[in-house]
């Protein structure tokens, strides 16, 4: 399950965010914290969100990977996710509103691949969505991933 790819700090809520550059901002501290990425893969990833067809990264759903090529600074594979209330647009299009931001960090293509076929699997999961949707703290947005029930 995708869940052995976070770390307890790497899933993150905020009830809104000012715009998609900031949620990059969140989504990614946990890993330069970590050392997972070097600043530079933040870089590249801003860099490729306001490129013309940056906006390839939305899944649909109101979701969104946010990723660049390991050599921009991957040091571990990890990935991190932040869930706000309130959507964002991503690239500033009207037609891309966020409402969770993945981060995928991936050592190697064989470990990004892996990542994306989990990702997909869940994404395919109509009652996992409605679950995400519906969070409105860290341990709900937890307990999505890991199947356990939120006993706050």
């Known amino acids: 399950m995708l869940n052995q790819f976070f770390a307890d700090d790497t899933m993150l809520y905020s009830q809104s965010v000012t715009g998609w550059e900031e949620a990059v901002d969140l989504v990614t501290q946990p890993l330069l914290s970590r050392g997972t990425i070097r600043p530079q893969y933040v870089d ?35 990935l991190a996710v932040l869930h706000v209330s309130q959507p964002f647009l991503l690239a500033d299009s009207p037609e891309h509103r966020i409402t969770t931001l993945f981060c995928l960090a991936a050592e190697s293509n064989e470990r990004h691949l892996e990542l994306m076929k989990e990702l997909a699997s869940l994404l395919s999961n109509a009652r996992w969505r409605q679950q995400l949707e519906s969070v409105s703290n860290e341990e709900e947005l937890r307990c999505v991933f890991t199947g356990e029930e939120d006993n706050s």
């Open 44 to 78: 590249a990833i801003k860099k490729s969100i306001s490129s013309p067809g940056g906006t390839y990264i939305d899944l649909g759903y109101g979701i969104a990977l946010a990723h660049a090529r390991p050599e921009m600074g991957v040091v571990t594979t990890l």
